[in-house]
């Protein structure tokens, strides 16, 4: 162990305060991680200054404090350094996404001109189009009429007796009795030919009245409300945690872009709160 007062030097960046430290002791990242109980990874994150893989500040704070401790520096000038660097990191990450969300809406806004446009040309090319087209005539009826005397001079028109038309008008009634005769036996081979049931239509589940959340990647979480957390730590790609849904829950999330939060089936939109602490729940859109 290195003592306070000679650790305690004027540098404001606690990773590298950290990791000078480990050095002077020739403590390895192992030891450290097995007898302090934290993660390699988050005793990286401190000494290179990673607050993106860190959890949040309640709890980032508290590897701070008992790294520094451990180090023998003043822990409470290490948990001053780090809330300020993690400030400045987070105001940083806001600002970029206020970037980026700023150039989206201007792209938005020159696709629905460049749109409108397109709409515009394409209405005065049809106007002008109609007005430069020909209309079309009406067509004559060319065909000659019919002179009545020539169709009854007509040779191939014959003229039928009595007893051809006689003949003529009963062929339909053997085709008409010879149709009622059948008709009983189609009725039975209707009745006998058994009609197919509708198959019934398989309700829809009703989804379970749930608040589910699936990690895309690897990020702290804490759910819970003012007389119980429900559950907490740091989760990984393809984790997925589920309760019950009931009023008044909170979220508090390390990277809310690694995160997706489901309420009774529907997603909601974390990252529009633009905080990571006790986001209300059933304040989500």
């Known amino acids: 162990m290195e003592n306070t007062e000679e650790l305690d030097i004027d540098i404001d960046d606690i990773g590298t305060i950290l990791k000078s430290s480990r050095l002077k002791s020739k403590k390895s990242l ?6 302090l109980c934290i993660r390699k990874i988050y005793l990286i994150a401190l000494e290179e200054g990673d607050y993106e893989t860190l959890p949040p500040i309640p709890y980032g704070v508290g590897y701070v404090r008992t790294y520094a401790r451990y180090l023998g520096l003043n822990p409470e000038r290490a948990v001053k350094l780090y809330k300020n660097a993690s400030k400045t990191e987070e105001q940083n990450q806001e600002e970029e996404m206020t970037e980026k969300t700023e150039a989206n809406k201007i792209s938005s806004k020159h696709l629905i001109v460049g749109i409108i446009s397109l709409i515009a040309i394409y209405a005065i090319w049809s106007f002008y189009a109609n007005m430069t087209t020909p209309q079309p005539q009406p067509i004559q009826n060319l065909a000659p009429e019919m002179n009545v ?3 009854i001079a007509n040779p191939e028109i014959e003229e039928r007796s009595p007893a051809e038309d006689v003949q003529t008008n ?3 009634t053997e085709s008409m009795s010879e149709t009622v005769i059948n008709t009983p036996e189609t009725a039975d081979d209707l009745k006998q030919t058994p009609i197919p049931e509708e198959p019934e239509v398989a309700e829809e589940k009703v989804e379970d009245n749930k608040v589910v959340v699936e990690f895309l990647n690897e990020s702290w979480v804490e759910l819970k409300d003012k007389n119980k957390v429900y559950f907490q730590g740091v989760f990984h790609k393809g ?4 309760i019950d849904y009931i009023g008044n829950l909170f979220l508090s ?3 809310p872009e690694n995160v997706k939060v489901y309420i009774k089936g529907t997603e909601k939109n974390i990252l529009a709160k633009k905080r990571k602490m006790n986001i209300p729940l059933d304040s989500l859109d």
């Open 30 to 35: 192992e030891e450290i991680s097995s007898e």
């Open 149 to 151: 005397s020539e169709e």
């Open 170 to 172: 009963e062929q339909p």
């Open 239 to 242: 984790d997925k945690k589920e």
């Open 253 to 255: 999330v390390g990277r």
